[in-house]
């Protein structure tokens, strides 16, 4: 079926490419001409007869491709690349695999799949190759060029670009790190780097929204810091990752954000952006704040409702903190945990006995989350702001965060690789070492059908990206609370497996489609943290962050060839279908069939504007919206019970004594409907006025405007 | 029974052919009415002699004897509109009631001077939370200590003609507030006039709150609501305590009035920030304490800090009306106050009792917990029964502030009907009306500020006609449920169950006659409150009381409210009751939490500091398992696959060297259990 729509696509553009001959212009001008195109077109007239024909009705056809799919005027220039044309390159999209040296034999073999295995034995059959599915190939067009060059063009041909509205065939010209064209019979430059994709996905590189790569934890340090995970992330195809800056309480929020960043500028290996946590609420941290999002990029910040006595803040505070937030236009992260009642349950639990990482999610039951974020979600409702859920990690939770998407609270959820992967049974390993990688926060559910349910949400689109939480520290650090579950160093492993666990969970078992994975795994992410299109799609002027994936890769999870630093992997042993073959980040290609390039410090900080449509627009017509009137009444004037001034028993009041209606004028009083009395129909008179109760009236008589009729 | 059953044998046999055929006849059947607590035992084998009976025909002849009767109902109290007794029309309706003194000489209004008065209700048909049946009720000291056919009386009793209509066991109003104190006044309606409503209104039975100010003591506040209590109610009452701040004073104080009191139910509030309110924390504590002591939690669900907040943004913005009171008291958070007073209660497994149920979000969640599983109850209370909260908006200040109460009565109209859905489908289980009424005056405490409006509406008299025209005339409810969601769900609760809240041979005398087709039109002109305002003003309710019998004694007849202020009792509940409890009881016993037997993790630990930072460790330092037993049976295990012997045993505490991350090696080698493969 897809061979049969590729030939089609084959045919096609291969008749477009021959009508195009003769119209155009060099390559060059390709940018100049974008203004002035259209009125190149209207120019047809002058156009030879025999040309002029085709040439309109091209264009139109390929429009349905959508807004993004090409540079307008591109078409144009595309027909006169004689020299590719005449190589027979365009077009002719079947593969070569023999005409090529494979890089694929060079692989590294730490980085050895079976999948590999597999195809390596295939080619030693060259004849049943073609009929399979071929790898990726890389053609260096001119050996001069080293493939870590600094202005690298390349050209990725023939393979499927998979956005998260559609997917379609195309080929990516990518220039200086950004995409230059999408579409097909690009004209392109010499001296390019052509990867043959034949027919696989080109994807957005993955984001992963949350990684914790310097979270210190009682003095130490996670074992991947920004260079050994990003790495990891490069490996698992995500191309950017949003980290947390966790400065403790009573640290300023800005210098931790500048340590954080002058740590990743030195060792990150792909692009990354920065939340800054927020572990306590006062004025100095409004100012910082409002710096943070108006001069360093930063539009996402973290509240956190566990961690007693350490980041955990009150109802009233994060009211405060939300409403201020909202005013700054950013998105407010919530770790959604009922932490008074966690440290009630821990302190149980060490009571009963029970030090191990069994406690851990025994103390975090899973209605602590569910909860927690049940109570965001009506903060979140009440200030209008968009509230965002790190760590979906029960089914109940997620359920409370569906059924709030079905009320329209603007309320985004995100599962993370381990939630959707693994579940919590594994906290009662004999094991002590095994048991303790597994500690997280929230804690990963004992019920085995949770990840089952998570990847169901995921792919009907009530929960929206998906992080890794990545922040793996070493047994020996786990080992801080070998005799209390409390303090163990909370963190598991992730970010290098989270793409391909999506894909095998969701996408091959056919609840989500590539496209829905395209969303969940980057584009939904760029769209809530304001960084799309730039990031997240395959669009001309977007980064040049593309993986091609193979969905028939199937690899074994093992700590032994992961990228990580960490000695355990909480997927050990699990199968995953589904894996890149190659990363590009920034232009460069970063990964290769097992083979990782990445270099140390080339990741830039990427800055964020604030108010990102994806979660301000419905906000702001809310606000419009929901503009709230008092009743407009004649003054009351009745009696009024006199009670003594200093409030014992009584509703809370903070502004008792600053009403601002207490200082206005005397208002008009309404004579019409002067006919109040207080004892007019009563039957039975012995009762209400015992001594003690005194009744002022007005001095005017008892004319009041309520009446009891 | 082994011999009884042969005596009875033997004794239908002696008797004439003529009489044993309908005594046996009748017996027989008899016996499945009443189930467990029908009947006295062995009250059957008397009753077959009784000729008297029999020969007058009442037995079995159930048709309505109209015709023969002087009706009472000429001198109907006006309060009554009762529409249904115009008289042409009386014939072809079900026949009223009639009462009868057997003897002249008792005249019924002054029933008190009779020492032990003797009530026989004859024709009714019993309406109890699990069955209907006709038969007839003898009552005695206040007790009832006969039921059946062919009751076996004594001399000298009253006697009421039921007329087939219902009897229905007295109404309990869970929650009600009389009498209480707000800045330095007091509820218009006392003990004496609020009982006085609720004896109108079908109610035999109020459980009133014990609101002690924050930081005084609980027993002074219980025993000063028992002095006003016993001085003044008309019926008989019990009390709930609302625990306003939590200490160990306060938690032995509330050791004692579960031990001796008899309270088994405290109110806790999650609102009112600063002042009753309590941290999660809190709440813990006390849901975990009354866990242990089977007390019923209940609570006040309002996300405090929330309404705090919103209250300060309403004034900001000027509005200073009622309508602010509903305004920053959105559903929301009466939702998520009851969504974690829930997930709370289920952590601590301790039964939980929602009071006010005022809104549609907050029932839905009370009924998924029910449906997860969670022991929680819901109350709704008359207000949120029977009217909305489109009121707050009205023009009139008086009106509008009349129906301010905490959580407000909901904005839309569609609540009152979906709250009475649940409450017939068994969701919600008891109805209270948190009658608390303040007189105008008073209320106008907040003309210029809404949070200052003193909070409660009335309901006691109107709640049982309320739920009977809004749920059993609509088809949602049958008679019995009504029964149960006005008096039996409440006794079970309060542990009073049999004693109230059933029609039962040794059960309290709190009698209803209740009559399901009279109309009446609620004003606050001739309602028994004191309050100028009705919140249901001009409602038109079906059904209401005919005659209510408290302690055995009539005191509503014709419309006429016989009430005598003091003499109602303090009921003592005792905790642990089986409604509430027995299911928690079954969970403690199954949810037992096993550490899991591991050797000891030898392997290398990090260095650290314990300075700052890191989760929250309440007991770092003291960890229970310092000094472990080493368990040398599982020292066998090793690091993998490779049995090689264990070391020698590591000394148990792993000395932490200074160094920055250096990793520290037990003295005897690499024996660790941590296998990393």
Not at chain 2, 266 to 287: G, H, I, P, R, T
Request: contains cysteine.
């Amino acid at each position: 079926m897809v061979e049969r729509q590729r030939q089609r696509g084959r045919q096609k553009s291969r008749q477009a490419s021959i009508l195009f001959v003769g119209l155009g212009k060099p390559p060059s001008l390709v940018e100049d001409i974008m203004s002035d195109c259209r009125r190149q077109w209207n120019r047809e007239d002058e156009l030879p007869v025999y040309l002029a024909g085709p040439i309109t009705t091209g264009p139109n056809q390929r429009k349905t491709y959508g807004m993004f799919s090409s540079v307008e005027g591109a078409f144009e220039s595309k027909t006169i690349d004689f020299d590719n044309y005449a190589v027979g390159r365009k077009g002719s999209r079947t593969p070569r695999s023999r005409s090529q040296e494979r890089v694929l034999d060079t692989g590294d073999p730490t980085g050895k799949m079976p999948s590999e295995a597999r195809e390596e034995s295939l080619t030693n059959s060259p004849g049943e190759r073609d009929d399979r599915r071929p790898g990726v190939e890389v053609i260096y067009s001119s050996g001069n060029e080293s493939p870590n060059g600094k202005s690298e063009r390349l050209l990725i041909k023939g393979g499927r670009v998979v956005n998260d509205d559609q997917s379609l065939y195309a080929d990516v010209y990518i220039e200086d790190g950004l995409i230059k064209q999408v579409g097909e019979n690009l004209i392109v430059p010499g001296g390019v780097t052509v990867i043959e994709a034949n027919g696989r996905m080109v994807i957005p590189g993955g984001i992963d929204v949350n990684t914790c790569l310097m979270k210190p934890f009682l003095g130490t340090q996670p074992v991947d810091d920004f260079l050994q995970g990003t790495k990891a992330a490069l490996a698992g195809g995500t191309t950017m990752i949003i980290d947390h800056v966790t400065p403790q309480p009573g640290d300023s929020l800005l210098e931790a954000f500048e340590r954080w960043q002058e740590a990743a500028d030195k060792k990150a290996s792909c692009d990354y952006s920065l939340h800054v946590d927020i572990p306590e609420w006062n004025e100095t941290v409004k100012d910082e704040l409002e710096l943070l999002v108006q001069e360093k990029g930063i539009n996402s910040f973290q509240l956190y409702m566990a961690y007693k006595d350490l980041y955990q803040m009150t109802d009233s505070q994060l009211y405060e903190a939300l409403s201020f937030l909202k005013k700054l236009g950013a998105v407010v992260l919530v770790h959604a945990e009922n932490g008074d009642l966690i440290a009630q349950e821990q302190r149980k639990i060490l009571g009963m006995g029970i030090t191990g990482p069994e406690g851990h999610p025994l103390s975090r039951p899973e209605e602590l989350e569910a909860e927690a974020v049940f109570r965001a979600i009506t903060l979140g409702n009440r200030v209008n702001c968009p509230v965002y859920i790190t760590k979906v990690m029960s089914k109940s939770a997620a359920d409370t965060i569906t059924q709030a998407r079905r009320k329209g609270s603007v309320v985004f959820g995100e599962p993370i690789t381990a939630s959707l992967a693994t579940d919590g049974s594994h906290y009662w390993s004999k094991n002590w070492a095994k048991a303790a990688a597994y500690v997280t926060s929230p804690p990963l559910s004992p019920d085995p059908t949770t990840p089952d349910h998570l990847n169901t949400l995921l792919s009907c689109g009530d929960l929206q990206v998906v992080g890794s939480a990545h922040c793996a520290y070493s047994i020996s650090q786990k080992a801080i609370g070998k005799d209390d579950f409390t303090l163990i160093p909370e963190g598991t492993n992730g970010v290098e497996e989270r793409m391909g666990f999506v894909w095998d969970k969701a996408v091959a078992m056919g609840k989500m489609d590539e496209n829905q994975f395209v969303a969940v795994t980057s584009t939904n992410a760029a769209k809530i943290f304001n960084l799309y299109p730039r990031k997240g799609r395959i669009a001309v002027g977007s980064d040049a962050d593309i993986v091609i994936w193979d969905p028939e890769n199937i690899k074994t999870i093992t700590s032994k060839l992961q990228q990580s630093a960490s000695e355990y992997n909480i997927f050990e042993g699990l199968e995953c279908r589904g894996g890149p073959v190659l990363v590009l980040s920034q232009g460069r290609v970063v990964y290769e069939e097992g083979k990782l390039q990445a270099q140390q410090g080339t990741g830039r900080f990427i800055p964020r504007k604030p108010f990102p449509d994806y979660a301000y627009q419905r906000i702001k017509f809310r606000n419009q919206v929901k503009g709230k009137q008092g009743v407009i009444r004649g003054m009351y004037d009745g009696p009024v019970y006199d009670v003594i001034p200093t409030p014992k028993y009584i509703t809370p009041a903070p502004s008792a004594k600053t009403s601002p209606t207490s200082h206005q004028p005397p208002p008009i009083r309404n004579l019409h409907q002067s006919n109040f009395s207080l004892s007019g129909a009563q039957t039975d008179d012995n009762v209400p006025r015992r001594s003690g109760h005194r009744i002022v009236a007005p001095p005017g008589g008892r004319s009041n405007i309520t009446s009891l009729g | 029974m082994a011999e009884r059953r042969g005596n009875w044998d033997m004794a239908e046999d002696d008797l004439p052919v003529y009489l044993a055929r309908p005594g046996t006849a009748d017996q027989v059947p008899r016996q499945k009415y009443g189930g467990l607590f029908c009947n006295v035992e062995g009250a059957f084998e008397s009753k077959t002699i009784d000729f008297d009976a029999l020969s007058v025909g009442q037995r079995g002849s159930r048709t309505p004897r109209t015709a023969k009767r002087e009706t009472g109902f000429d001198a109907r109290n006006p309060a009554y509109d009762n529409k249904s007794c115009s008289g042409e029309k009386r014939g072809l309706d079900s026949p009223q009631l009639e009462i009868r003194a057997s003897g002249g000489k008792e005249v019924l209004q002054n029933m008190r001077d009779v020492k032990s008065d003797r009530l026989l209700i004859k024709g009714g048909r019993i309406v109890n939370d699990d069955q209907s049946f006709h038969a007839d009720i003898y009552m005695e000291d206040g007790l009832i200590k006969q039921i059946g056919d062919n009751l076996i009386v004594p001399g000298g009793v009253k006697t009421i003609e039921a007329n087939g209509k219902m009897v229905i066991p007295g109404g309990i109003d869970i929650h009600t507030h009389f009498q209480m104190p707000y800045r330095g006044t007091t509820t218009v309606d006392d003990f004496a006039q609020g009982s006085k409503a609720a004896l109108a209104g079908g109610t035999t039975m109020i459980v009133d709150h014990v609101i002690p100010e924050a930081g005084s003591s609980l027993m002074e506040a219980y025993d000063q609501w028992r002095q006003w209590a016993d001085e003044k109610t008309c019926c008989d009452y019990s009390l709930h305590v609302d625990i306003t701040h939590w200490n160990d004073s306060v938690k032995q104080e509330v050791d004692n009035l579960i031990k001796d009191k008899g309270v088994n139910s405290f109110q806790v509030y999650m609102a009112y920030k600063d002042y009753y309110q309590m941290s999660n924390s809190e709440l813990y504590e006390v849901f975990t304490f009354l866990a242990e002591r089977g007390g019923i939690a209940q609570v006040h669900a309002e996300n405090g800090e929330i309404i705090a907040e919103e209250q300060a943004r309403m004034l900001q913005m000027g509005i200073t009306g009622p309508e602010g009171h509903v305004l920053s008291r959105p559903e929301e958070l009466e939702a998520e106050a009851v969504f974690r007073a829930i997930t709370i209660a289920s952590q601590t497994n301790c039964p939980l009792y929602v009071t006010r149920v005022m809104s549609k979000s907050a029932a839905d969640i009370i009924s998924l917990a029910r449906k997860k599983g969670n022991v929680v109850f819901g109350e709704p209370i008359t207000a949120s029964l029977g009217t909305d909260g489109t009121h707050y908006w009205s023009k009139n200040w008086a009106k509008a502030a009349s129906f301010v109460t905490s959580p407000p009565l909901s904005p839309d109209p569609t609540t009152p009907d979906y709250l009475n859905t649940l409450l017939s489908s068994g969701d919600l289980s008891v109805t209270g009306s948190a009658h608390c009424t303040f007189s105008v005056a008073q209320k106008a405490i907040g003309k210029d500020d809404f949070t200052q409006i003193p909070e409660g509406v009335n309901g006691v008299e109107e709640r049982m006609s309320l739920i009977w025209d809004k749920a059993v005339t609509t088809g949602k409810m049958d008679e019995n449920m009504f029964v149960a969601v006005t008096s039996t769900n409440s006794a079970k609760i309060l542990n009073l169950y049999p004693r109230k809240g059933r029609i039962a041979v040794g059960s309290d005398a709190d009698l209803v006659i209740w009559d399901t087709d009279s109309i009446r039109t609620i004003t606050a002109k001739t309602q028994q409150s004191a309050a100028e305002y009705n919140v249901f003003e001009g409602m038109e309710l079906r059904g209401a009381p005919l005659v209510v019998i408290c302690q055995g004694k009539i005191v509503l007849e014709d419309g006429n409210l016989h009430v005598t202020p003091g003499v109602g009792r303090f009921i003592p509940c005792s905790p642990f009751p089986d409604f509430a409890y027995k299911r928690v009881k079954a969970r403690k016993q199954l949810a037992v939490l096993r550490a899991v037997p591991r050797g000891m993790y030898d392997g290398p630990v990090s260095e650290f500091s314990m300075s700052r930072g890191g989760t929250p460790s309440a007991s770092a330092r003291t960890s229970p398992t310092k000094q472990p037993v080493r368990n040398l049976h599982q020292s066998g295990f090793s690091l993998a696959g490779n049995p090689a012997p264990c070391g020698p045993p590591t000394p148990d505490d792993i000395p932490i060297r200074p160094a920055g991350r250096r990793i520290v090696v037990p003295p005897g080698g690499r024996s660790n259990i941590t296998s990393l493969s």
